[in-house]
Structure formats: C-alpha cells, structure tokens
C-alpha cells in the first residue's frame, strides 16, 4: 500500500496522477434523469492527465455526462492492514468527437467490459484534484 502514517495524509496533484496510473478501475458519479449515479469503469489517463472512459453510443453515462459535471474517484485499499489511498476528480465530461482525438485515444489501454461497441470516449476536464493516503493503526482485542 502507499502509505503508513498516521491518520489520513493530503496527496499532492502529481501524487494523485502517480497513484490513478496504478489502477486500471475507478467510478464516475453524475445525474441520470434527476437522480444520483454511480458507474463503475475502466478508465486512463492521456498525456494531459485526464481522466478517460469509453462507453457506448446512448448509454446513461454516454447522455449523462455531455458537458455535465461529474465526479470521478478512484482508490487502492488494503482491508487487513488498513492502509490505502483514494483520489477524486471533480471536472467537467466532454465527448471526444475530433477524428484525430479519437484515433489517438484509440491507442489507450481501455478495454469494454461488456460486449456492446463501446466507441465512444468521454474524458473528463479537471477543476479539483484531491488525494488522501491513510493508515489505520489499531492494537488486536482481546477476544
């Protein structure tokens, strides 16, 4: 795990870009017809360090997020010892619709989940980056 400090540990901004590249599985939140959503999806970072996700052609995330802002969070914890991270994102969600974006999106390692064509790429315009790295310390109870 990344940290064993004590108590949670504000991550700096290239910290948290390290930390996302480590795991290949984060959520975005966002609004579907009024109503909180959480998706889980595969997702990289391009060469800016934005978040990207493909998704498939009307899909709740695909309407949902065409300029909208979401949240996007991602984490790595270590349930026996407690320690971990977890890094949001709060940006806005733009659709890749430039051919020369696209192709150069297509060389990202983002694979489907499902077998619906997931051709459409959803990257995601930071405001805020935050990051916490924790560790929790605790003595065996007697039982």
């Keep these: 795990m990344d940290y064993d400090g004590n108590g949670p540990r504000a991550l700096d901004r290239e910290r948290c870009?390290?930390?996302?590249?480590?795991?290949?599985?984060?959520r975005v939140v966002f609004t579907d017809r009024a109503l909180p959503a959480i998706q889980p999806v595969n997702f990289a970072l391009d060469g800016g360090g934005r978040i990207v996700v493909?998704?498939?052609?009307?899909?709740?995330?695909d309407r949902a997020t065409r300029g909208s802002v979401v949240a996007f969070q991602a984490d790595d914890i270590d349930v026996r010892t407690g320690t971990g991270?977890?890094?949001?994102?709060v940006?806005?969600?733009?659709?890749?619709?430039?051919?020369?974006?696209i192709?150069?999106?297509?060389?990202?390692p983002l694979r489907a989940w499902t077998p619906a064509?997931?051709?459409r790429y959803i990257r995601i315009?930071?405001?805020?980056?935050?990051?916490?790295g924790f560790c929790r310390h605790h003595r065996a109870a007697a039982l």
Excluded at 91 to 101: I, N, Y
Excluded at 125 to 132: A, K, S, Y
């Design 17 to 26: 870009l390290a930390l996302l590249r480590t795991v290949p599985v984060g």
């Design 85 to 89: 991270w977890s890094v949001t994102l």
């Design 54 to 61: 493909r998704t498939s052609a009307g899909s709740a995330l």
């Design 103 to 108: 192709e150069e999106l297509a060389g990202l």
């Design 125 to 132: 315009h930071g405001r805020d980056l935050t990051g916490h």
């Design 117 to 119: 064509r997931a051709d």
């Design 91 to 101: 940006g806005e969600a733009r659709p890749v619709t430039a051919p020369a974006e």
